[in-house]
């Protein structure tokens, strides 16, 4: 400013260069944000990095928003198949459903064989008890694939063709599975069969919902 005088030690021209720069600084800093402002696309603030030799507590934090991502036509695809396709869900249910059976049928059926062992050989007891455990398996594997079969599957096609997903699918389900599984005891039990697997079936459901 005019009338102010400085010290000897004070270098003009250097003093009017560092002026000039902060004031290009402050001047280009609010034609950014200015812009920034107008603009949608606004990018984020530059964070000062962490000095060196300094906490790394004090380091640029992550951003607020993550982008989102979104699935591929693919992935979509494959997610309506396995969710949706009543064919699909049955089928992997069976198969679901056939190796538990058959690991369930084997331990249970290492212990029948076993039954009456006095008198025979280390061999033949291991023979039986193998033999015992094969059909044992075969016959739990059988029965539990038809159940996931069937249980699945009926309630897919149940839950689709009502356009509801309440308890009443699972117990129209386990009344239908019961009754194919007890297809050969008669009325009385397809009737026991229908009732013992709607009420598994419910509490099931409800077990499932509430965890």
């Known amino acids: ?3 102010v005088t400085l010290p000897p030690c004070v270098n003009r021209g250097e003093l009017v260069r560092r002026a000039e720069r902060v004031l290009t600084r402050g001047v280009e800093g609010a034609r950014a944000r200015e812009g920034c402002e107008r603009s949608v696309f606004c990018p984020p603030p530059q964070m000062a990095s ?7 507590d004090k380091a640029a934090p992550e951003p607020k928003y993550k982008p989102i991502k979104m699935d591929t036509p693919e992935e979509l695809m494959i997610q309506d198949v396995l ?9 992997v ?11 369930m049928g084997m331990m ?9 062992i006095e008198g025979k ?19 739990y594997a059988k029965s539990f694939s038809l159940m996931g079969l069937c249980l699945s599957g009926s309630e897919c096609v149940i839950e689709q063709a009502r356009a509801k997903h309440d308890i009443w699918n699972p117990v129209a389900s386990g009344c239908f599975t019961g009754g194919v599984l007890a297809r050969g005891s008669g009325p009385y039990g397809i009737a026991g069969g229908c009732v013992t697997f709607a009420a598994f079936s419910a509490a099931m459901d409800r077990l499932f919902d509430q965890s």
């Open 108 to 116: 249970f059926g290492t212990f029948e064989g076993t039954s009456d």
């Open 83 to 91: 969710n949706n396709n009543c064919a699909v869900k049955a089928v």
């Open 50 to 56: 962490a000095p060196e030799g300094g906490s790394p």
């Open 93 to 103: 249910s069976s198969i679901l459903g056939f190796g538990m059976g058959g690991m």
């Open 121 to 139: 050989k280390f061999m033949q007891v291991m023979k039986e008890s193998t033999r015992a455990s094969l059909r044992a398996s075969w016959t």
């Open 1 to 3: 400013r005019r009338g």
